[in-house]
Structures are given as C-alpha cells and as structure tokens.
C-alpha cells in the first residue's frame, strides 16, 4: 500500500457514507481549537461539532444544519485530558498526531444504525474477518447511578456476534469523555486481534499490541459539568472515531502502525539523514529494545509528524498552552535524536519533505510551507541545544556549591524547568550520575503550587462570564423565545457636523440568567445574564473586542446597568451586568453604547484591514494573516510571508478620507472601492475587500496618523505588529521626528536643553505606552488563539 492506496483507504470511509448513508462531507478542522479554550488541541473529530452537542450552534450557521456528517480529522493527543506523548515509542500503537475517521449523526440516528453502520463497512467494504472482532460495551456505574447499557448488547447479538465476543467495561474504557466538562456519554468498540484464530478476549482493554481497539462509536446523552455532574443533553446523537493509522495496520495486515506505508518511509528516511542511525530495515517491531534504538525510531517519525501538521496549522513551539506542549513534542524528538541516534543539528528538520509526500497526495499550503516549517524546527532545535548547555553549566555550579549534600536542591531544578525548559528526567539522570538525589518532595510541592495557580486563573476566567449551558438553552427555546436581533449593532451614521451617531436600541428584556437557570426577576446586587429581542452591543468575535455601555429601564430613565461583558451562545446575545435595581422579564429598556469605546475600536478594526492591504502591497500576495486583535487602544496583526522583507523604513502612515466601507449582508467589507461598483467589475482603484463581521468606519479619514510602535517575530515566519492611530499615533511620532531635528539643528544651548528635556519626559511616556501595549499583547495572545483558516478539501493539510 503506497501513498494512492492509503488516499483510497479514506477515500472508502468517506464514500461509504456518503454515497450510501447520506452523510454530508465536512473538512477537516485545523489542529488549532477555534474559540474553546477547554482544549490544547483538537483531540477528535466531534470537537468541531461540540456547539451542535451542546445546543449553542448558532442557528444561522450553516453549521445548525448538519444532520448526518462524515469526515477525516487531524488530531493531536498531547497535554489536557487525552494526553498519549508519554506512551508513545513505549508501544506500537499510540501516536501524538493521527489522522481520525469519523461519521456523526445528530439528532438523526442512534445506536442501531450506528453500529449497524460500522460492522457493514468494516467486514463488507474492508473485507475484515468477523473472527478477528470482539466488541465492548458500556457496563454501568453505581456511584454515579448509570445503568449497564443492555441496549448496545442486544444490538451486536442481533447483527450477529458472538456473545462471548461482546464484552462490559467501567467508565475508564467505555464512558468518552473530550475533556474535564463538555459533552460525553457511554461508548461501544470494535476491538481487533492482530493474530487470529483464538479465544482472546480477556486481552481486551488491556494494553495488549496484539489485540486493540480499531473504533468507537460514542453514543452522546450528557454533558460533564465543572461540578462533575452528569446532566441530559437536549438530543441523542452519535460520535464514532477511527484511527486511519491502525485501520491501515489492519488492512496491510501488520501487528504495529509503524510497520505500515504511514511511517516505514520515515524509517528509510531517518537511516539517510542521520549518519550514525542503526542501518535496519523495519526499526519498530520490536517493543522492547535497551539500546532504546527501536524506540527512538518510533518517538522520531511520530513527532516529526505532529510537528510538522501543527506548524502548518499555525501552532508553534512556544512557552505556554498548546506551544508549551509542542515544545516539549519538539525537545523529546531532538534528545532521541542526538542522544539515541547520535545525529547532527538540522537532521530532523530534514524529515520533513518525507511527511509533507506521505500526507499529501496533491499540492496543497502544507507543501508550500515546507521550507518554513523546516527553519521553525531547526531554530527551535538550536535553541534547546543551547539551553541544555546552559542548563548543564547550571548543575555543575550548583553541586559544586552543595557543600557534602547529597541532595540537589528542588527549586534549582524547578528553575531549570520552567525558564530553560530543561527536562526533569534528563535532570534526574544527570544528578544521580554525581551520586546526588533529586529532592522530590520540594519539586513536587513547586509542581503542585503551580498547578494551582493556574487552576485559579482559569477558575477566575471562567467566572468572569456568565454562560449559557445544555440545560438553559433548550428551555428559551421550549418557551419561544426569538433569538436576539443584533443587526443594530451596524445602524450608526455620520451627522452633519461629522460627528458619529449612535441612536439608543429600544428592547424588551426577554430572559434572565442567574447560575445555571432563568429566572423571572433579580433583585439588586445580583449577577446575571439579560437577553433583549434585540441589541446594538457588539459581541466579542473576528478579533474585535465587544461593546461597552450601559441600558436603563423606561421606568426608571435615570438608574444605569452596566454591561460588563456581552457573549453570542446559540443565537442568543448575553449581556453581562450586576443589577443596580431590580429586574424582571418583560422590562422595557433603553441600550445605550460607550461611543467611544465603539468608534475607537471601528478606527482600529479599519485600519487593520488597510494594513492588511498595504502589507500585500508592498510584501506581494504572499502575505497570509495569522491572527488579529483589536481592541480601542491599539491593533495587533499577525501576518507570515513567503518571502519577508521585514517592514519598510517609513512605518508611519497618513490616512486621507479616500473612499468608504460599505457593509453588504453578506458582511463584505470594502475600502477604497464601493461594493457596488466591485459587483460591476469597476474595480481599478486600489481597494481592500474583506469578509468581516466587524464594525467599521464609513470615512477613513477619522483614522488620522497610524504608526507602527513594535514590529517582531512571534515566531519562525511569523511578524507581530502592534500598531496605534489617532492622539496615541501622533504623540509617538512627535518623539520620532523630534529626535533628528535637535541632533541636526542649530539652535541656542538652553533652548536645546529645555527642548530636550520636554522630549525626554514625551519619549519616556511613549515608552511606557508601548510596553504595556505589548504586555497587553502579550496577555491578550495567551489567551485568544489566533484565527486560523483551512481549506475546502475533506483533509486538509
């Protein structure tokens, strides 16, 4: 099986359900989680999904639509709930990165189909023998008062298996959960015996390499709470995974996934690329090897493969979340590499034109991305490399200052961890070397100390925000209430004076949320959630930051609640306030927007699409967006290029009221060049032209001075700039230009300290504007992920 034969393995999945189930095809999403900040990684196929299993898809989505969906899905197992990274090498099986197969039904069809379904593609289109087969079920949990599910077993005895071949497990191997909250439910999977004709189920679920599970059909009935509870989700839909790579393991008829056409290229390749590798053949049949030489193999090719399908899909090794665990991805590959296999710097960046071919069977901007990626692993390789020299400099002064201890102090170590990144197991070899032991019990407490810091700060995140859940969004729905008309939002205009006009929105309090359920009224002091019929707050979405201002009742004109926050769940526009007076469903209300926080932001929304335009101008087409963030005192843009000239030398520039923005309702925004006359084809000016739910300037005069004040890299082919416009804009240019006319110009000695003084004292505000902007980047990126486009294609590379 060559790379065609493995394309027309998933092309067989794909069509079964399509051509004979009715199943929709959806792509692939990136590996990158789009606005779920549970998850470091896609970790399934259902992640995608998980607002339809929830009920908050948004009902004018096209997403709101699916009904029976199949698909292929990158996904990474590393860090968070699902994490394989310390299993993988150790087995032939696990794998950070692998490529998921999966069909769905929601609200449409339940277990019989599904299992229905799986046997006939598994024993009729593959050709799998029925006597290699066992499958598991869910057998029940007293504790949280689960019944067995007797169901599923009488589903496979009427298709026809075995009895003896239809196994109960607990919770731990037959209840999926995606995370610590979020949907789940009990589950049913097709086990396959690598070696065949034999009664081997007591190997089932036992970490066996001879007998493992090949899919799961997950049946979702609950969500998971933060309280640990289980509760009912709205509707029963079907979940089910398979791994491309263990099916292909089947199919080649090989008891380990590194022995298949998946990874024995990467093998072949590892021997030319690095001079000192072990010459053999197939490097990974065997499990357990004490020269780790097999196991080095498997660690290489699985992380080589994640690495280069996460940097493609714009997660880099970095030092926090998801970048902190590619890191770490990263760093074991380089140890085994170098200390295993004895390879050079840059051997492994050069493995990964083997995995863009084995990936990609057609040119897609995984291959166009190739050399980038190369030069992000081979720099981060560099890095590591000389953090590990570092890092040794440090424990050598350290035991030489340890003064007869015999124990090597846990706060250096936590040191070296957290700031160097270095290895806490090569830390532990490295000290026992010296006869020295680790102290374990002050690294463990430093460990639990900031554990427990961050589980504080996401506690804080989470309570910052009231949310609607499966329990809540179900019964507004039951009691017919609309979804929140937000179309006002875009209803401002332009005064005769120039001015910006924001009318107040008139709206009728519809629901209120206090905890986790409606409630008719609040009383004063109460934290709660309002939904209006309609709304002119914006939400926070397309990087753009969400609407600040206060409504009042009719009733009483002259009292103010505050919006705090404003969330868009499922159709509804949550706004966020602590009631000043009482509240009660049916009020009628007056909303009322800070217009300065609004038209500050538009400001910044527009400009950035300009720099936009204005970067491909002057850097060409290969310019690609990698993330944005605007916000009412600055704009941040993330972009990479192909070939990056850095930025030009004249980073200030002067915005003229040149043309408008012409919000269309498919929310095309265009400057330089009304949507109409683009419809028409007279489209010569220069024009940016942009789909965007933002909000937006109408003359971009109101712009003024735009300067660049920080341009760096985040990452390998990756710049940040971060940007100001208006007053802040002004003062900072003030400070550039003043700089050059008191070094070149001729003016008396007072006048030029006096002057210079004044500057000092401008320059020195300017600074510290600057350095909280990117401080507040900085924040701001740890916790918004940038956007992230994929492409049409089913799997998208």
Same mark, same amino acid.
């Given at each position: 099986?060559?790379?065609?034969?493995?394309?027309?393995?998933?092309?067989?999945?794909?069509? @079964?359900?399509?051509?004979?189930?009715?199943?929709?095809?959806?792509?692939?999403?990136?590996?990158?989680?789009?606005?779920?900040?549970?998850?470091?990684?896609? $970790?399934?196929?259902?992640?995608?999904?998980?607002?339809?299993?929830?009920?908050?898809? +948004?009902?004018?989505?096209?997403?709101?639509?699916?009904?029976?969906?199949?698909?292929?899905?990158?996904?990474?197992?590393?860090?968070?709930?699902?994490?394989?990274?310390?299993?993988?090498?150790?087995?032939?099986?696990?794998?950070?990165?692998?490529?998921?197969?999966?069909?769905?039904?929601?609200?449409?069809?339940?277990?019989?189909?599904?299992?229905?379904?799986?046997?006939?593609?598994?024993?009729?289109?593959?050709?799998?023998?029925?006597?290699?087969?066992?499958?598991?079920?869910?057998?029940?949990?007293?504790?949280?008062?689960?019944?067995?599910?007797?169901?599923?077993?009488?589903?496979?005895?009427?298709?026809?298996?075995?009895?003896?071949?239809?196994?109960?497990?607990?919770?731990?191997?037959?209840?999926?959960?995606?995370?610590?909250?979020?949907?789940?439910?009990?589950?049913?999977?097709? *086990?396959?015996?690598?070696?065949?004709?034999?009664?081997?189920?007591?190997?089932?679920?036992?970490? /066996?390499?001879?007998?493992?599970?090949?899919?799961?059909?997950?049946?979702?009935?609950?969500?998971?709470?933060?309280?640990?509870?289980?509760?009912?989700?709205?509707?029963?839909?079907?979940?089910?995974?398979?791994?491309?790579?263990?099916?292909?393991?089947?199919?080649?008829?090989?008891?380990?996934?590194?022995?298949?056409?998946?990874?024995?290229?990467?093998?072949?390749?590892?021997?030319?690329?690095?001079? *000192?590798?072990?010459?053999?053949?197939?490097?990974?049949?065997?499990?357990?090897?004490?020269?780790?030489?097999?196991?080095?193999?498997?660690?290489?090719?699985?992380?080589?493969?994640?690495?280069?399908?996460?940097?493609?899909?714009?997660?880099?090794?970095?030092?926090?979340?998801?970048?902190l665990v590619l890191r770490h991805i990263l760093r074991r590959a380089v140890r085994f590499s170098t200390e295993v296999l004895k390879s050079t710097p840059g051997s492994l960046s050069k493995l990964v034109p083997t995995v863009v071919h084995i990936l990609v069977s057609r040119p897609t901007s995984l291959r166009d991305r190739h050399l980038s990626i190369m030069d992000i692993i081979n720099d981060n390789e560099a890095q590591f490399l000389s953090s590990l020299k570092q890092g040794r400099r440090v424990i050598d002064r350290t035991l030489q200052n340890m003064n007869g201890s015999t124990v090597f102090p846990g706060s250096v170590a936590w040191s070296l961890h957290c700031h160097l990144g270095f290895p806490l197991d090569?830390?532990?070899?490295?000290?026992?070397?010296?006869?020295?032991?680790?102290?374990?019990?002050?690294?463990?407490?430093?460990?639990?100390? $900031?554990?427990?810091?961050?589980?504080?700060?996401?506690?804080?995140?989470?309570?910052?925000?009231?949310?609607?859940?499966?329990?809540?969004?179900?019964?507004?729905?039951?009691?017919?209430?609309? !979804?929140?008309?937000?179309?006002?939002?875009?209803?401002?205009?332009?005064?005769?004076?120039?001015?910006?006009? @924001?009318?107040?929105? *008139?709206?009728?309090? %519809?629901?209120?949320?206090?905890?986790?359920? =409606?409630?008719?009224?609040?009383?004063?002091?109460?934290?709660?959630?309002?939904?209006?019929?309609?709304?002119?707050?914006?939400?926070?979405?397309?990087?753009?930051?969400?609407?600040?201002? !206060?409504?009042?009742?009719? &009733?009483?004109? +002259?009292?103010?609640?505050?919006?705090?926050?404003?969330?868009?769940?499922?159709?509804?526009?949550?706004?966020?306030?602590?009631?000043?007076?009482?509240?009660?469903?049916?009020?009628?209300?007056?909303? @009322?927007?800070?217009?300065?926080?609004?038209?500050?932001?538009?400001?910044?929304?527009?400009?950035?699409?300009?720099? $936009?335009?204005?970067?491909?101008?002057?850097?060409?087409?290969?310019?690609?967006?990698?993330?944005?963030?605007? /916000?009412?005192?600055?704009?941040? @843009?993330?972009?990479?290029?192909?070939?990056?000239?850095?930025?030009?030398?004249?980073?200030?520039?002067?915005?003229?009221?040149?043309?408008?923005?012409?919000?269309?309702?498919?929310?095309?925004?265009?400057?330089?060049?009304?949507?109409?006359?683009?419809?028409?084809?007279?489209?010569?000016?220069?024009?940016?032209?942009?789909?965007?739910?933002?909000?937006?300037?109408?003359?971009?005069?109101?712009?003024?001075?735009?300067?660049?004040?920080?341009?760096?890299?985040?990452?390998?082919?990756?710049?940040?700039?971060?940007?100001?416009?208006?007053?802040?804009?002004?003062?900072?240019?003030?400070?550039?230009?003043? &700089?050059?006319?008191?070094? $070149?110009?001729?003016?008396?000695?007072?006048?030029?300290?006096?002057?210079?003084? %004044? =500057?000092? /004292?401008? %320059?020195?505000?300017?600074?510290?504007?600057?350095?909280?902007?990117?401080?507040?980047?900085v924040q701001c990126h740890h916790n918004r992920p940038p956007h992230s486009n994929d492409s049409s294609s089913v799997m998208s590379f």
């Open positions: 099986m060559d790379t065609t034969e493995l394309d027309a393995a998933r092309r067989m999945f794909i069509e @079964f359900f399509k051509e004979r189930h009715g199943h929709r095809v959806v792509p692939s999403a990136p590996v990158r989680p789009r606005g779920d900040p549970s998850l470091l990684f896609v $970790n399934a196929g259902m992640n995608q999904f998980k607002p339809i299993f929830l009920g908050t898809v +948004d009902p004018r989505s096209e997403m709101a639509r699916y009904r029976r969906v199949v698909n292929s899905q990158k996904c990474v197992r590393a860090g968070g709930k699902h994490n394989d990274l310390d299993d993988v090498g150790r087995d032939v099986y696990h794998h950070t990165f692998f490529e998921m197969l999966g069909n769905w039904s929601f609200g449409d069809y339940f277990k019989e189909e599904a299992c229905a379904m799986a046997w006939q593609l598994l024993t009729g289109s593959y050709g799998i023998p029925r006597d290699r087969l066992y499958v598991s079920y869910f057998g029940g949990d007293r504790t949280l008062g689960l019944e067995a599910d007797e169901e599923t077993r009488e589903i496979w005895l009427n298709i026809g298996v075995q009895p003896n071949r239809i196994l109960p497990f607990g919770m731990k191997d037959n209840f999926w959960e995606m995370g610590e909250t979020g949907p789940c439910g009990p589950c049913t999977e097709i *086990h396959y015996d690598h070696v065949g004709g034999r009664d081997v189920a007591h190997l089932v679920n036992s970490d /066996s390499s001879d007998v493992v599970e090949i899919w799961n059909l997950v049946f979702m009935q609950y969500s998971r709470e933060a309280d640990g509870s289980l509760r009912a989700l709205h509707q029963h839909s079907v979940d089910t995974g398979m791994g491309l790579e263990r099916l292909v393991a089947v199919l080649q008829g090989k008891r380990s996934n590194y022995d298949t056409d998946l990874f024995t290229p990467l093998f072949s390749a590892i021997q030319q690329v690095f001079p *000192h590798a072990v010459n053999r053949k197939i490097a990974c049949s065997k499990v357990a090897d004490k020269s780790k030489v097999d196991m080095a193999y498997r660690v290489i090719a699985d992380h080589i493969r994640a690495l280069t399908v996460c940097i493609a899909d714009g997660v880099y090794p970095g030092m926090s979340g998801a970048q090569l830390l532990r070899l490295m000290v026992e070397e010296k006869g020295v032991a680790m102290d374990t019990e002050a690294l463990d407490r430093l460990a639990l100390e $900031n554990k427990k810091v961050r589980a504080q700060t996401q506690a804080s995140e989470h309570d910052s925000c009231v949310d609607l859940d499966v329990k809540v969004l179900p019964e507004l729905q039951g009691l017919g209430i609309t !979804y929140t008309n937000d179309l006002p939002k875009y209803q401002y205009s332009l005064g005769q004076d120039g001015r910006y006009v @924001f009318l107040p929105c *008139h709206a009728t309090i %519809q629901a209120l949320i206090c905890g986790q359920g =409606l409630v008719p009224e609040v009383e004063k002091g109460q934290r709660c959630g309002v939904i209006f019929d309609k709304t002119c707050f914006y939400t926070e979405q397309g990087g753009q930051d969400h609407d600040q201002g !206060y409504f009042t009742q009719e &009733i009483l004109p +002259d009292v103010l609640f505050p919006v705090e926050q404003v969330h868009l769940v499922g159709g509804y526009v949550v706004h966020q306030v602590t009631a000043t007076e009482r509240l009660k469903r049916g009020d009628q209300v007056q909303l @009322f927007l800070d217009e300065g926080q609004r038209l500050a932001c538009m400001v910044k929304h527009t400009a950035t699409h300009i720099l $936009n335009h204005c970067l491909r101008q002057l850097l060409g087409d290969g310019v690609e967006q990698r993330g944005s963030h605007v /916000s009412a005192d600055h704009l941040r @843009f993330d972009f990479s290029v192909k070939v990056h000239q850095g930025m030009p030398d004249n980073s200030k520039i002067k915005f003229q009221s040149f043309s408008h923005v012409y919000p269309d309702p498919a929310r095309v925004v265009s400057v330089g060049v009304p949507i109409a006359d683009l419809l028409k084809g007279h489209n010569n000016k220069p024009a940016s032209v942009e789909l965007c739910c933002g909000t937006h300037l109408l003359m971009t005069g109101e712009i003024q001075d735009f300067v660049v004040v920080s341009e760096r890299q985040i990452a390998k082919g990756v710049s940040r700039i971060v940007a100001v416009t208006g007053a802040q804009a002004k003062e900072v240019s003030i400070v550039l230009c003043c &700089i050059p006319f008191l070094e $070149n110009t001729a003016i008396p000695q007072w006048q030029r300290r006096e002057l210079s003084n %004044q =500057l000092k /004292s401008l %320059q020195r505000s300017s600074n510290t504007m600057i350095r909280k902007l990117e401080i507040a980047e």
